[in-house]
C-alpha cells in the first residue's frame, strides 16, 4: 500500500498520552463501565461490551487538552492519510449526486478510554463511530489485536477497518441508521447486519476509487486487497463467534459472516459504486 505521498487534512484529535480516561474528564477504568448510545463498533457485539454508568466529568477537559491536527509519527499520519482519502472520495460522490458532503467524519485518538458524544468509549470494543459527534474512535493497540488475534496482516486491513467507519458516517448522513433500527439490530437478516455489510461494501468503494481520486497518490496492489478480504473474513461473525465461543449462533450475528463481509467488500469494490452496496434491498446478503 502507497500512501506515504498522499494528501493529510489534520482532522484528527489526538487525545493519547492524556493518561487514559482519568484524564479526559473523570472516565476511571476502574469502577468502570461506559454508556454506549448508538455507536457501530466494529467486529465485536456492543451487547457484550457494555454496561451502564452515569455520566461523570467534565466533557470540556477533553476539548481543552487534545491537539487537532496531522500528528507527526507514523500511525497517526497514516490515519489521517486514510481519513482524509476516504473523505475525499465520499464528497465526490455525494457532489456527483447533487447532494452535499456536510461533514467529514473526524478521528480521536485515544488510549484506554475517553469521553465520546455517545457516552464514555473503551479501547476494548475497538474502534467504533459515535453518530452523534460524527467521529470515529480508535486506540491504535487496536492494530496490534488485529494482527494478533484476528489474524488480519497488513496496512490495507488497518485501512478497511477505518473505512467501514467512515462507510458508518455516510450512513448516518444517507439517515439508514433509522431504518436498520426500525429492522432489529440482532440476527441473519436484521438491520444490523445488513448496515454493517453495506459499510463493509463503502469501504470496498472507496478503495475503488481512491486512487484516481489522490490522483495517484494513493494506491494499491492486489495484495492490498486480498489483506481487505481476509480483514473482513476475521471479522465475521461466525468467525468470531467460533473462535470465541466455540459455535456459531445466527440469532446473534450483527455483522454478517465471513464469506458476506467478503462478498460485500468485494462487491463494493468491483462496482466502485454506492448503487451496488443495496443491502437494505438485497434478496440474499
Ligand atoms: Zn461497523
Not at 473526524?106 to 473503551?122: E, F, H, K, S
Not at 486512487?211 to 468467525?239: C, H, M, P, W, Y
Not at 450483527?254 to 463481509?261: L, S
Amino acid at each position: 500500500m502507497e500512501w506515504r505521498r498522499a494528501r493529510r487534512s489534520g482532522n484528527i484529535e489526538d487525545r493519547r498520552g492524556l493518561s487514559g480516561g482519568a484524564a479526559a474528564g473523570g472516565i476511571g477504568i476502574a469502577g468502570a463501565a461506559a454508556v454506549l448510545v448508538g455507536v457501530f463498533v466494529f467486529g465485536i457485539d456492543p451487547q457484550e461490551m457494555l454496561s451502564i454508568v452515569s455520566g461523570q466529568g467534565d466533557p470540556a477537559a477533553v476539548q481543552q487538552k487534545a491537539v487537532v491536527g496531522t500528528p507527526e509519527d507514523d500511525a497517526g499520519q497514516f490515519v489521517d492519510v486514510v481519513e482524509t482519502s476516504t473523505n475525499e472520495v465520499w464528497s465526490s460522490l455525494f457532489e456527483a449526486d447533487g447532494a452535499a458532503y456536510n461533514r467529514p467524519a473526524g478521528v480521536v485518538l485515544y488510549d484506554n478510554a475517553t469521553r465520546t458524544g455517545c457516552g464514555a468509549g473503551q479501547a476494548a470494543m475497538g474502534p467504533f463511530y459515535c453518530p452523534a459527534d460524527q467521529k470515529i474512535y480508535l486506540d491504535l493497540t487496536f492494530w496490534q489485536e488485529l494482527e494478533g488475534e484476528f489474524g488480519a496482516k497488513g496496512e490495507f486491513a488497518r485501512a478497511y477497518v477505518l473505512a467501514h467507519e467512515v462507510g458508518h458516517h455516510v450512513q448516518g448522513l444517507q439517515n439508514t441508521m433509522d431504518r436498520a433500527k426500525a429492522m432489529g439490530m440482532q440476527g441473519e437478516t436484521s438491520g444490523a447486519v445488513r448496515l454493517e455489510l453495506q459499510a463493509d461494501c463503502y469501504a470496498g468503494v472507496w478503495a475503488a476509487r481512491a486512487s484516481q481520486t489522490s490522483g495517484g497518490r494513493l494506491a494499491f496492489t492486489n495484495q492490498d486487497i486480498e489483506d481487505g478480504l481476509k480483514a473482513a473474513a476475521a471479522v465475521g461473525d461466525d468467525t468470531i463467534q467460533r473462535r470465541t465461543q466455540g459455535q456459531v449462533v445466527p440469532d446473534a450475528f450483527t455483522h454478517g459472516t465471513a464469506a458476506q463481509r467478503m462478498r460485500w467488500f468485494r462487491k463494493g469494490y468491483d462496482a466502485g459504486d454506492p448503487i451496488s452496496c443495496d443491502t437494505f434491498g438485497a434478496d440474499r446478503l
